[in-house]
């Protein structure tokens, strides 16, 4: 019969405060700024991506005995006009069916997208790693996925367009280093 490693985090007792000290802890390590609420376990933040500035949140809420809720929305800064919101939807539906972490929403009454990130489990198995994950894969796909989006907000661009590989321009031939007569 195996022993059962004690883990330092078999001693602590989980709440919504050290829960959310999982993403404290990360954006402090990443010298990141930062502002929170003191009535609720939400952290705010904001992202400069490669082509536009964002703000995200991170979320720590308890759903059960020790299971806890942590979630990364990041929140697009440009909302979806009336009469672009068929083509952002369809774009979101197909960003979606590709990805296999998070998804994209929105809020068909305003135009607001966001991306989600975020998994339920038991406070005793929350590492510094899974804080650091989820914030990492919310902002990667976001600065990934953000060009697109904008493409179908604002231009004549069809989703199924937006996202089609970019053409790559073709490598020049090399110059030979000598010549052959």
């Excluded at 997208?113 to 510094?128: E, N, V």
């Amino acid at each position: 019969m195996k022993k059962r490693m004690k883990k330092e985090s078999d001693q602590t007792e989980f709440t919504e405060e050290t829960v959310l000290a999982f993403f404290v802890r990360h954006l402090d390590g990443l010298k990141w700024k930062y502002h929170r609420f003191a009535d609720r376990p939400v952290l705010f933040c904001g992202f400069n991506g490669s082509d536009v500035l964002w703000d995200f949140n991170m979320v720590a809420r308890q759903k059960s005995d020790g299971d806890f809720l942590l979630a990364v929305s990041s929140f697009i800064p440009n909302k979806a006009r009336p009469e672009r919101r068929a083509a952002a939807s369809e774009l979101l539906t197909r960003i979606n069916w590709e990805l296999t972490l998070g998804c994209f929403e929105m809020n068909y009454a305003d135009g607001e997208i966001r991306f989600r990130t975020s998994m339920i489990m038991p406070g005793a198995d929350i590492t510094d790693a899974i804080a650091e994950h989820l914030v990492r894969s919310n902002i990667c796909i976001v600065d990934e996925r953000m060009p697109q989006i904008m493409a179908v907000l604002y231009s004549n661009v069809t989703p199924e367009d937006a996202l089609k590989p970019k053409e790559e321009k073709p490598a020049a031939a090399a110059e030979p280093r000598f010549d052959f007569n």
